[in-house]
């Protein structure tokens, strides 16, 4: 049985070439030009891209840069092994299907297709299209039949509680703000990391805003200024590549921040952006799971867990909130190893007594000030409280054992 997401994507390839079946389709023309053009200027790249989320990280750069009206580009990968398996040429599709739903250009003005050729094998051709073609077949929306009143009243219930769900409620410009230069940014991310993640104890394997993992090794930030999702996924997909590409030591773990009042704003929306990179980690999308993992962080966070976090018990929240939206990419085989030693759950039990202890009033009045000074001279003494002490324990073995390779 086709899943729904499927049908979506093989209707919209059906729209993209509905009128030219009497000649030739669209996506069989640019297959024939494959053999003919070899420069971008062409409208044909060869790619030397050899993992998905190298192939990912171009194709976001391709879909970033093609001009307005400019003729379709055909993209090959033919030094990526796995997009010659079936499986993974259609994961790759159907991600970039789930991508549409938050972007502002792809999915309404742009789309890719794909393309086999004998000779070139497998392209994604990347091309303009007409809203009036992509809306064909992308209308999900329910055909009711209301009175203006009773649509009045719905549209108005549908935006309180994308308000009430979405966005960080506050007359304080100060929490949309965004530090001018991207060294300032980075500061202050570091002193969050450093206060809360690693001081306090909220990361049992963070030794400070430089060192962490198991074993220890440096940990990247990376700033992004993206106004869009467009260019969010390819600053993602580029430290998917550098974290991929280096060793546990030159970089354990990364932190993408997305500093941009749009994902500060609307906490709903770069969750959409979150669950779309996460589903190219399910073993059902590219499977990439086996590589990495993620952890969200935004200054609105609310854990949805089903507990009431009212009072004081919202403190639990803070060990996810953080100054700007964040993106950390773990190494799997790093969280595999702490969740093996280190049970997950009592992680998350000694944060909560520890956040409480700090309390909800002065956590949030730090995070909208930016400032985590009531902190200094409070570094939890890890030999003092058991989770830490094994996750320190832990992180010794781990570093001996490296040094022994």
Known sequence: KMRRGNWIYYLNCLGLVHGLIHHETRSTAISRRLHKYKSVEDGFIESKATTVAGVLSELWGAILTMPENAEPIALVFPECSKLQESSHWSALFEHLECCKDVC????????VIPSVDGEDGRAVVLREVSGETMSNFEDDDDDWELSPELLAKLRASQAEEAA???SIESDDES????????????EISKRWVNAVISDAGI??????????GLPPGNVRYQVTRAPDAETAYLAYWNEVVALMSATDAEIATTLLVLAHPRWIRNLEEFETLGSTLGQALDTQGLGLDADLQLVFFHPGFVFRDGRDRAGEDRAANFARRSPYPMINILRTEQVRAAQKGLPTALVYQQNELTLAGIGADLLESMLKDRDWKPLDGKKVDRKQIEVLRLAQDLMKNAAAADTDK
């Open 104 to 111: 502002d250009r792809f999915g309404t003005r742009l789309a």
């Open 164 to 166: 009430e769900i979405g």
């Open 175 to 186: 929490t949309n703000y965004v530090e001018s230069s991207d060294e300032d940014i980075l």
């Open 203 to 212: 990361c049992p394997f963070s030794v400070n805003a430089d060192r962490a």
